[in-house]
């Protein structure tokens, strides 16, 4: 039974362990089983839903080789715990899955990093057109910090206390944002140059990307009060001069984290810029689409 949008059609489609391997090999293998250790070689058909590789000899199952394998967890919990991960706009935290599923915080921790670490699939993609790239700081802010945590001189483009994500954002497309150590030209350069297709037209917040002589380069400068403009070029295009689109994507990507997760460790702080980004990338698809993308990206 293919499932449908909306959490009881969702029950309905997996009653059980069983619906949820049947629905998994479809997904992975289609209409023929093939062995993660030979693809070449038969496959007998044992019970308990193992197969054996005939010419390796060793026993197999739909999680063999994926991210599921070697957990104590049935495959029911997993399916059900991806499926409320994706439908939650802004994602869930690890309290409320473990109440959800009936697990502890630790189980649920572990189940949503081991399903972020296939979410950047959807990022790092290469853009062109009408590009707008502009960083952003994730971290608390100073006013709200007790008076013996707070920074000195961590106004404006200061990072001591926060961690630099940088991003790019195609108009009307997708998005790519990575975490970095700093916000230099030596080190923006070439994650924009990787990303961006040469003759593009870039728009920026004012800050200075300097050396980018293969694109089109347009400023903004929210210092001095100038917030954009439309502008007509040689060849008579309009061009809208601003960075509103990429600065939406911070706000939605900071209530993301504010909302549900609270506080992000910057050890980890990039699996959920690429849990945003995939939810980004993927937002004119319905619940099910998303996550049958999902579970290919695992298969």
Request: one cysteine or more; glycine letters at 8%; proline letters at 2%.
């Amino acid at each position: 039974m293919k499932p449908k949008d909306g959490l009881i059609n969702f029950m309905l489609a997996f009653p059980d362990e069983e619906s949820c391997v049947k629905y998994f090999e479809k997904l992975r293998w289609g209409d023929k089983v093939i062995s993660p250790f030979d693809s070449n070689s038969k496959v007998y058909v044992c019970a308990n839903g193992k197969y054996k590789c005939r010419n390796t000899g060793k026993y197999f199952d739909v999680k063999t080789g994926t991210v599921f394998a070697g957990t104590k967890l049935p495959l029911r919990y997993w399916v059900f715990a991806i499926f409320l991960f994706m439908s939650h706009k802004r994602g869930i935290s690890s309290c409320q899955l473990a109440r959800d599923l009936g697990v502890t915080q630790k189980t649920a921790w572990n189940m949503l990093h081991k399903i972020r670490a296939f979410m950047k699939s959807q990022n790092n993609r290469h853009v062109s057109g009408d590009v707008e790239i502009d960083e952003t700081f994730v971290g608390g802010k100073n006013k709200n910090r007790h008076k013996d945590k707070k920074v000195e001189k961590c106004q404006g483009r200061s990072f001591k206390d926060k961690v630099p994500v940088f991003g790019v954002l195609q108009r009307g497309g997708n998005v790519s944002a990575v975490v970095v150590p700093n916000t230099k030209a030596s080190t923006l350069k070439p994650l924009i140059t990787h990303l961006i297709e040469a003759g593009s037209n870039v728009f920026t917040d004012g800050w200075e990307y300097n050396g980018l002589e293969e694109y089109n380069q347009y400023s903004v400068d929210h210092g001095r009060g100038f917030y954009g403009e439309t502008i007509v070029t040689a060849n008579g295009e309009e061009l809208n001069v601003s960075t509103n689109r990429i600065e939406n994507v911070w706000s939605h990507f900071k209530r993301m984290v504010f909302g549900t997760y609270y506080k992000v460790s910057k050890v980890h702080l990039q699996r959920y810029v690429d849990e945003f980004v995939f939810r980004f990338n993927t937002r004119n698809y319905g619940e099910i689409e998303r996550f049958e993308l999902f579970l290919q990206c695992i298969a």
